[in-house]
């Protein structure tokens, strides 16, 4: 079974920042784009970004869109989400998943993991 471990999220002010890691295993992790969710309470789970198997192309919901940076480290199989100028809007859990594919495509293999909590206050 494919497994993610999310950390990094925190309690914050508006206008701080945080970076979120994600380690994978059970995953040829570098065959798979990878993106990050997030859900807020009473929310449906949201598409945040992603980034395409190598890296080299990158995705952003345009709400974070020059505030968030998404990036991996094959190595360590592990994706990476810096999360800057942070506003309570931002609050939400966030998770990791892999693509369907090695291109971006926002459909998912379908494993979840633990997410990791982000609380902006005002």
């Known amino acids: 079974q494919v497994q993610m471990v999310e950390s990094g999220g925190g309690f914050v002010q508006a206008g701080e920042s945080l970076t979120l890691s994600c380690t994978t295993s059970?995953?040829?992790?570098?065959?798979?784009?990878m993106s990050w969710f997030r859900q807020a309470p009473g929310k449906n789970r949201e598409w945040v970004s992603c980034t395409m198997y190598n890296g080299q192309g990158t995705y952003y919901l345009p709400s974070v869109r020059g505030r968030f940076t998404i990036s991996r480290d094959n190595a360590k199989k592990s994706v990476y989400l810096e999360m800057n100028d942070l506003r309570p809007e931002d609050t939400a859990t966030y998770y990791c998943?892999?693509?369907?594919?090695?291109?971006?495509?926002?459909?998912?293999?379908?494993?979840w993991g633990q997410g990791t909590q982000v609380t902006v206050s005002s």
């Open positions: 998943a892999p693509d369907q594919y090695d291109y971006c495509t926002q459909q998912t293999l379908g494993s």
């Open positions: 059970g995953l040829r992790f570098g065959d798979y784009a």
